[in-house]
């Protein structure tokens, strides 16, 4: 066997042994994933959130107010109202309005983000446009619902929560469509 064989062969080795390691390490990511989001309190955001204390607390108002972001998306996205006085345990209904701007559909995905931080862990969302993707046609306008409860087991020091959603562009999904004038 040639020199160049054995340099091959061992490279091919080494090679075989990176792509295992490379796939199992693939498949180590979700348990890690998973632990993490025990150790941090993050949730799936994309399945609704479990109420588990359904009592109103009336000697407590809240101050929920809400705010909207696009990160590189050709949409205009406001909330219906700016903000809500509540009680904790109250069921709330509010909305946000988004319009596609561009002449092609556009598939986007909102991502939530609570203010202050502690606050994430006691608002529940029981129906949101953020459990799954939206697509808008062309210059579609569209009114989407968010349901919720505060949970009255948030500390009495919070008075006011920030519910932010920040929409991106789903990769992959826009269908743009060709110049006109050229060959094609």
Known sequence: MS???RDNRRLLVR???AAVAMFGFGFALVPFYEAICQVTGLRNILQPDVVENTQVDATRQLTVEFD???HDLAWRFRPLQRSVEIH????V???YEVTNTRDVPITGQ???SYGPQVAGDYFRKLNCFCFERQTLAPGETRAMPVVFVVDSRLPRDVHTITLSYT???VAGTRVDTPPSGGKG
């Open 88 to 91: 904790p345990g109250e069921l």
């Open 110 to 112: 909102a991502v939530p």
């Open 93 to 95: 209904h509010i909305a």
């Open 68 to 70: 909207a972001n696009t």
């Open 3 to 5: 020199a160049q064989a």
């Open 167 to 169: 929409f991106f562009e």
């Open 15 to 17: 090679l075989g042994i």
